[in-house]
């Protein structure tokens, strides 16, 4: 089965400020990642994704994700965040032949100070 | 615009009570899920479904069950709500990325 551990449960950062949200997986078998990204009371939505191809990955908002099979990583970065970046995110996997059931991280709680 | 829709965004219920929580997705996704998210556990799979009338427990499926009677439409439901369900509760469907509803946030008093 795999997992996922997403290594800070919270990361503050100053407005403008570049940030990295880390990402760890597990899994004896190829995969696909995923980052969601969730604001307050409400569902979560896709930020970016890799399925196959380049391991660099971008994003909805000016976010990207780099795919790295050895370290068995994809974090997650922003070169210069605002504060409506403020929200939750979720690092997933779902196996890549398979029934694609999505195993999601505990999150990461972005906080952007002005 | 792709959507997975749930019937309540609050839900307040009594103890014992029997809830249902309802979903529907316009996308024809085979694959639905249900989740349960609490504040430093992320999301905790509850059932998911990959066709009609297919189910299968999740990590959590204790004091839960489902119901899948058309690929749309997929119900999660408490059968004597305890306090301890009192969640977020998250649908959604997909083939490869997740598409989620807006989520239910439950209260058992």
Redesign the interface.
């Known amino acids: 089965a795999q997992s996922v551990t997403q290594l800070d449960s919270q990361v503050p950062v100053f407005e403008e400020a570049p940030v990295e949200l880390r990402c760890n997986y597990s899994s004896s078998v190829s995969v696909y990642l995923f980052w969601y990204v969730q604001y307050p009371n409400q569902g979560l939505q896709l930020l970016l994704k890799y399925l196959s191809g380049s391991t660099l990955v971008k994003g909805i908002n000016g976010f990207e994700a780099e795919f790295n099979k050895s370290q068995t990583s994809f974090h997650l970065r922003k070169p210069s965040v605002h504060i409506s970046d403020t929200a939750e995110y979720f690092c997933a996997v779902t196996l890549s032949g398979g029934s694609y059931i999505p195993t999601f991280g505990r999150g990461t709680s972005l906080i952007v100070h002005p | 615009d792709v959507k997975?829709t749930q019937s309540s965004?609050y839900l307040v219920k009594r103890t014992g009570e029997k809830v249902f929580l309802e979903c529907v997705q316009d996308m024809d996704h085979e694959?639905m899920?249900w989740?349960r998210q609490d504040p430093?556990?992320?999301?905790r799979?509850i059932y998911?479904s990959?066709d009609v009338k297919m189910k299968e427990k999740g990590d959590i499926p204790e004091g839960y069950s489902v119901s899948r009677e058309k690929k749309e439409r997929f119900s999660l439901i408490l059968e004597s709500a305890s306090t301890n369900q009192t969640s977020m509760y998250?649908c959604?469907s997909?083939?490869?990325?997740?598409?989620?509803?807006?989520?239910t946030?439950l209260t058992v008093v």
């Open positions: 997975v965004r694959n899920f989740y430093g556990l992320g999301l799979l998911f990959y998250l959604a997909s083939y490869t990325e997740a598409f989620f509803g807006q989520g946030r």
